[in-house]
Each structure stands twice: as C-alpha cells, then as structure tokens.
C-alpha cells in the first residue's frame, strides 16, 4: 500500500528557478494538503484543496502554487525560489474535508534553495 | 490565527509516565489531534478529540477541555520507540488544521 508519494525526496536548487514538488496518493482521499515544517514553528498549511478542481491558501500562501486536476495528484510549485523557501515539504491527504479526520502524510521533501 | 502552545523538550526514564500539555487559542472549534513524529520522518496519527474527556488508546491517553483550551497527551510504560515529537494541532472554525511547534521526547535508559 503506497498511500502518498512525493518527489523528490531531496532537492537542491538555485536560487530563481523554477520547481515544483509532486504529490500523488492512492486512498481516493477527497482532501489534500500542502505543509512546510520549519524548525521551531511546526507545521505551517500552506494550500489545500478539499475535492478535486478546487484549491484553497493556507497559512504561508506566498511564493507557492497548486493546482488540482484530478482526485489523486497535488502539485506544488514554487514559481522563482528564494531561500527563505529552504524547508521540508509535507503533502497530506484526508478523506473528509474540512481537517475533521485523520490525516495521512508523505514522507517530505527536503529542499535547499541556495 | 490560532495560538497553540506546547513545551519545546522533555525527559523521561523508560517504563515511566509522561504528559504533554498542550493549550490553545483559536477562533471556533472543532477538533483536537495530536500526531507522533520520529526524526526524520512523517507525522503520524495518535489521537482526536472534540469533546471533553479522556480517551484512552492502548499506553497513550488524550485529554481535552474545551472550557479551558487545554489538551494533554499521556504517554505509560515508555519505551525507548517513544523518544519523537508530539505534535498537537487545533481545527479551528475555519476548518483548517493549526499544529503547534511540538514537543521532542526523549526516553532515557
């Protein structure tokens, strides 16, 4: 059972480019969350989508975007990196909306931005 | 926004008890979790509550107050798998789910 799987695991990148991190999951999950967990601040949302064709801004919206096509895949892009965007990225999914069920995490994204 | 405040460390012997207090301040309710987190890992489900009380899973307990925005996480019989942080998160009535900064357990022999 694969549940959420995102890539990369690890990213270094140059600060300016363009990256998007993906997300897919296989529990027919309606909702779908994007986090960045930063030493001391926990776990910040940064967008959601609750069923497939919508999207919502979290907490940290700036400098990121998502789109959702589809109920299994979640995108994240960063448009022009900069190193404040230094993180690991969490992706989650929950079958109901509206964060009142358990969530389920991928195991994160590591990315530099240098 | 929401508030919530967890201690950032604490220490416990194996085969002792521990609780995790977690307080909050958010607009609306509807929901408490806590998560467990191994270092280098992802977070994993522990427990929800939404109303007050005790709900009891196996050696952990959750607690809630809702009066009181309050939370605590009881861990029983440590062991040296539980050294992790717990991470306490808050669904507020923006349905949004709000995590604390969390609080690293460490299990000692």
């Known amino acids: 059972i694969a549940g959420i799987t995102q890539a990369p695991t690890s990213q270094i990148l140059a600060a300016g480019r363009r990256m998007t991190l993906r997300c897919t999951q296989d529990?027919?999950?309606?909702?779908m969350y994007w986090y960045r967990q930063d030493l001391g601040l926990g776990l910040r949302l940064i967008h959601y989508?609750?069923?497939?064709?919508?999207?919502g801004k979290g907490e940290v919206p700036d400098g990121y975007s998502v789109s959702r096509a589809n109920t299994d895949d979640f995108p994240l892009t960063l448009a022009s990196a900069v190193p404040s965007q230094t993180s690991v990225y969490f992706c989650?999914?929950?079958?109901?909306?509206?964060?009142?069920?358990?969530?389920?995490f991928g195991e994160g994204s590591r990315l530099t931005v240098l | 926004g929401q508030n919530i405040d967890q201690p950032t460390e604490m220490t416990a012997t194996e085969g002792a008890i521990v609780q995790i207090n977690c307080t909050y301040q958010?607009?609306?309710?509807?929901?408490l979790f806590w998560y467990q987190q191994h270092a280098g890992e992802a977070p994993t489900f522990l427990s929800y509550?939404?109303?007050?009380g005790l709900e009891e899973k196996g050696r952990f307990s959750s607690f809630l107050s809702r009066s009181k925005g309050y939370s605590y996480l009881l861990l029983k019989e440590l062991q040296m798998k539980d050294s992790a942080s717990y991470l306490c998160?808050?669904?507020?009535?923006?349905?949004?789910?709000?995590f604390g900064a969390g609080t690293t357990v460490t299990v000692r022999a």
């Open positions: 989650a999914s929950s079958a109901a909306g509206g964060n009142t069920g358990e969530l389920f």
């Open positions: 529990m027919r999950h309606n909702a």
């Open positions: 989508s609750n069923t497939a064709g919508t999207t």
């Open positions: 958010t607009s609306g309710f509807n929901g």
């Open positions: 509550n939404v109303l007050d």
């Open positions: 998160a808050v669904t507020g009535d923006d349905y949004k789910l709000s």
